[in-house]
């Protein structure tokens, strides 16, 4: 396969004039979605001093034993989880033109207050109380420091219990896709994402519906939880067609699954075939790949890598996968291809992470027109 590699902004410059016409006639979407199934309220801690990773890290270990400090600021709570960010970024994507419905741990038996305010006209179904995770955010990269205790209850027959077996399956019976996140911290995701596929093939005979997966740092998972991913990738893309969208570190994990060895290889290139390997070696329709500087698809009949609008200094940077996942779902249905779809997803990110807000087509748009001219910076 030959692939495409857009990893200079002159090869990108041609085709934006014809993206942002696209985007710039997206009013709204017909499609109806089911998302799910996680929760948890965020709390973020911005280090000042010191600001990065690379200084903390040294600095713990030399404290082993003994004790250090370190100056931050606390800036408050927000809604988080993967799923809940990604529903609300991707709903923002089409001004809330579009019907998304979220099944998950937003709190039970009455919906938290936070995730009221934050969906907005997303349809919620909660069976479960939401996580906690506080956000420890460097110049550098992030820490999430997690409490997944009450996770372990958000199970397939929980969720049956509580929403009720015949109001899901109408769920799934008006859904035209769905997207299944945060699998490393849901311990019995891999139960509920295949039971979930399989509905979705009994209540859409003859057709392979859409399932998004995002796993979510699999490293915190034992060898033997990341041992199902194989058989569940396999069972699941049987009955749908499969997208799954990983970072850099975990797209190294599962290549590895396969036999193949990508570590250390961060070029576009790199990249690019990481994505086309997991695609053939997996069974899974389509591999996406996303390092903080640009992301890759590989899809059967085309593997483009694509650069793109990189931050040095993020305002944010908690919930730039999500926000990134959230254009690469946009781009689905939208029929975009591989080019203009890995556009869509840094462009949504790369928004995000410069604001701390989510992005609306219209929105992109204006960032890619500042793009275009040399003059995007690290605040919009």
């Given at each position: 396969m030959e692939y495409q590699i857009y990893n200079d902004f002159k090869q990108i410059q041609p085709n934006l004039a014809d993206f942002c016409n696209k985007l710039n006639?997206?009013?709204?979407?017909?499609?109806?979605?089911?998302?799910?199934?996680?929760?948890?309220?965020?709390?973020?801690?911005?280090?000042?001093?010191?600001?990065?990773?690379?200084?903390?890290?040294?600095k713990v270990t030399k404290a082993a034993g003994i004790a250090t400090s370190a100056e931050v600021i606390r800036q408050g709570e927000k809604y988080g989880g993967n799923g809940p960010l990604m529903t609300v970024a991707l709903n923002k994507l089409f001004s809330g033109n579009i019907t998304l419905n979220y099944v998950g741990a937003l709190g039970y038996p009455n919906i938290n207050?936070?995730?009221?305010e934050a969906f907005g006209n997303i349809n919620m179904y909660s069976f479960d109380n939401p996580a906690t995770t506080d956000c420890f955010e460097f110049s550098d990269g992030k820490l999430l420091a997690s409490d997944m205790s009450n996770c372990a209850t958000?199970?397939?027959?929980?969720?049956?219990?509580?929403?009720?077996?015949?109001a899901l399956r109408k769920l799934v019976k008006s859904s035209h896709f769905t997207a299944a996140l945060n699998w490393s911290r849901i311990i019995h995701?891999?139960?509920?994402?295949?039971?979930?596929?399989?509905?979705?093939?009994?209540?859409?005979?003859?057709?392979?519906?859409?399932f998004y997966m995002d796993l979510a740092e699999i490293d915190i998972r034992s060898s033997e939880d990341r041992a199902l991913l194989a058989p569940m990738f396999t069972n699941i893309s049987n009955v749908c067609h499969s997208v799954i969208s990983l970072n850099l570190k975990e797209a190294w994990q599962i290549a590895?699954?396969?036999?193949?060895?990508?570590?250390?290889?961060?070029?576009?290139l790199n990249v690019a075939e990481c994505a086309n390997y997991i695609r053939k070696n997996s069974g899974i329709a389509e591999v996406i790949i996303h390092p903080n500087d640009g992301a890759a698809i590989s899809r059967e009949n085309e593997t483009v890598y694509v650069k793109g609008p990189y931050c040095q200094n993020p305002l944010i940077s908690t919930g730039a996968g999500d926000h990134f996942g959230s254009g690469a779902m946009a781009a689905q249905l939208l029929d975009l291809d591989g080019?203009?779809?890995?556009?869509?997803?840094?462009?949504t990110s790369g928004y995000f992470v410069r604001t701390g807000v989510s992005p609306s087509f219209q929105q992109i748009v204006k960032m890619l027109e500042l793009w275009n001219q040399g003059l995007l910076g690290e605040r919009l």
């Open positions: 006639k997206v009013n709204s979407s017909s499609k109806v979605g089911l998302m799910g199934y996680d929760g948890f309220i965020d709390t973020f801690i911005r280090f000042v001093n010191p600001s990065s990773m690379a200084e903390f890290g040294p207050n936070i995730f009221k958000v199970t397939w027959d929980n969720m049956l219990n509580i929403i009720g077996e015949d995701a891999t139960e509920l994402w295949t039971n979930m596929a399989t509905m979705y093939a009994q209540e859409h005979a003859g057709q392979k519906m859409l590895d699954i396969y036999g193949g060895n990508f570590y250390d290889k961060r070029e576009a080019f203009e779809s890995m556009l869509l997803g840094v462009c």
